[in-house]
């Protein structure tokens, strides 16, 4: 079939693609106004934190903020926009700066907002909840090593860690597995139990002591804190000069939990992470002593009081709960 | 330019006034037929005042989006203020104008928490905030175009369904507009509401942040919404700059907010009021004296024996889209 005279179909515009729809008549317009506005509001701001004057195709990005916000006696559209611009930069940046104290401590100020730029231009926020924004933060750090070179591998166990504790802080607890609930199985079926670990319990194989790293961060942030309330000011200025020495390669093995509304840090062996690894995977009571124990190194009787201590502390902190 | 942001929502402490002295509270449909009074925010660093001396307050208003975890000490802390106190949800990010429609598993989640807090009523905003599954965590301000309040109120209705609860939406501070848009902010908020036959929670200081940056009369906004649809009001303090004025959260609500408030009251009955403090957190006692300050106006509107609006009565119900304007 031969196809119509063109004088039906509408001239071809010529000119650029408009960047922001003309009206909003429909939810597709509605949506490409609101993608418009998205793209101007999260490009990153310049180093002294105002919007960029460029557009990423050349043109002056007040050209582009002109098609979508009106000015008005005080503001132009770029102005106008930059407010939005700002405001999200300030707020996502800020999120992640309370997250990730470890991060900031080992890269300083400048290179954690350079890597959290980066992070949130690639990895913008896919949650209502600012909660989630460091979600994939330690995937990003091993995808795109050059944010945190010369400490890569630091940095990616400190944001798996900083992760777990946003985890650890209000994930699921289940009701306790209690002395009560094992009295219920007989003996001889005691091998073949099936124990659950609670969800909020984080278990995690690293490669620096992070966990002590942590803790002398915050102890340096507190005393910092008490020497800005000081009236010592050579103090004030010793303590912002000592900065905390970053852990040295170490296999280390640490669950991050919580009791009673606190997060704790506890150290494992590495035969007692495999064996609550093993019990998370859903191995039965037997498989995960078997997975975790190494078979010639101790007497099985060196390693039956060891196995006692730790299922007791478990049970102690509530690690154990009911499937 | 303050590396300075809009806070949401905050809070304050009030006492009670008896009953039998609230004989015009508009107890209506949006906000589940009660009469709340004047409620805070629950904020985390009042927690432990609440929790340990256990203030008289009318009602508490939360962030849904804090609560909306599985476990852990945000939902202790909610339960032990929940045995105690009423408690009112609000949300920061349902973005009922996204054109995207909103979340799925963040409806489930939200049903969840209303399911344990029983909250009479939910509001969330007027605006959008994420665009094909990405979040901005921003009030951004929405297109006033009738296609825009369709869409908006369909996404409303939906949310409305899914919960089986009451809504009203906020109208949000803004610092810019649109070319497209086809009409003024509050006659879009009345469309949106008609047409998802929902509530109105009216923030003053909403109003008058934009008034100031937009150029427009607070007054006009108040006098034309459809009162009878009002069901909650929040206050707050904002902060002036040299070319506009942000919603900060973080200050004591301004005398020209009081006025306009003492102005809505008069317009809508006693309204279940929030004072909102974000942002430079202070004591509980001090949000609180500050939260007093509402009985102030609410007790004359209470002496003025106010009616409650009902639809179509309500002065400056707006004007019917497409009619001119005067």
Known sequence: ?323 | MPRQFPRKPTSRGVKPLPRDSVPFMPANKFNGYTDYGIGIGLRIPHYDHILSRKPTVDWFEIISENFMVDGGRPLEVLDQILAQYRVVQHGVALYFGSADGPNREHLRRLKTLTKRTKTPWLSDHLCWGSVDGTYSHDLLPMPYTRAAAKRTAENIRMVRDYLELPIAVENVSSYTEFHVSEMTEWEFLTEVVELADCGILLDVNNIYVSSKNHGFNPYDYVDNVPHHRVAQMHIAGHTKFEKYILDTHDHPVLDPVWKLYAHAIKLCGVTATLLEWDDKIPSFDEVHNEALKAHEFIAEAREAKIPAPRSGLARGRARPLGAPRT
């Not at chain 1, 101007?40 to 990423?56: A, E, G, K």
């Not at chain 1, 350079?114 to 979600?135: D, G, H, M, Q, W």
């Not at chain 1, 494992?268 to 859903?282: S, T």
């Open chain 1, 1 to 323: 079939m031969k196809r119509a005279a063109n004088k039906a179909r509408p001239a071809r515009r010529s000119g650029p693609t408009p960047f922001a729809p003309a009206q909003v008549s429909s939810t597709g317009e509605l949506a490409d106004l609101q993608r418009a506005m998205w793209r101007v509001i999260s490009r990153p701001l310049t180093d002294d934190s105002r919007m960029q004057p460029r557009w990423s195709d050349g043109r002056p990005t007040s050209a582009v903020a002109k098609q979508i916000a009106k000015p008005n006696d005080r503001l132009t559209s770029f102005e106008r926009l930059e407010i939005y611009n700002r405001m999200y930069w300030f707020r996502v940046l800020d999120s992640l700066y309370d997250d990730c104290p470890g991060l900031r401590a080992v890269l300083g100020d400048k290179k954690f907002i350079a890597l959290a730029e980066a992070y949130l231009v690639k990895c913008p926020s896919i949650s209502f909840t600012l909660r989630n924004l460091p979600s994939r933060l330690a995937q990003f750090i091993r995808q795109y090593p050059r944010y945190t070179r010369p400490h890569t591998a630091l940095c990616h166990d400190l944001a798996r860690f900083e992760w777990a504790r946003v985890e650890v802080f209000d994930t699921a607890a289940n009701p306790l597995f209690t002395v009560n609930d094992l009295l219920d199985i007989p003996a001889a079926r005691q091998g073949r139990l099936k124990l659950a670990l609670q969800p909020y319990l984080q278990l995690l194989r690293l490669d620096h002591p992070v966990d002590d790293f942590i803790l002398a961060v915050k102890q340096r942030e507190a005393e910092l804190l008490r020497g800005d309330a000081s009236n010592a000011p050579s103090a004030r200025r010793r303590l912002r000069e000592r900065k905390v020495t970053l852990p040295r390669r170490a296999r280390t093995y640490v669950a991050v939990h919580r009791l009673e509304g606190q997060i704790y840090f506890k150290r494992l062996e590495p035969a007692a992470y495999r064996i609550l690894i093993a019990l998370r995977g859903g191995a039965t009571l037997e498989q995960a002593l078997a997975t975790g124990i190494p078979r010639a190194k101790h007497s099985r009787a060196d390693w039956a009081g060891r196995v006692q201590d730790w299922f007791r502390n478990w049970m102690e902190l509530g690690w154990l709960c009911r499937r």
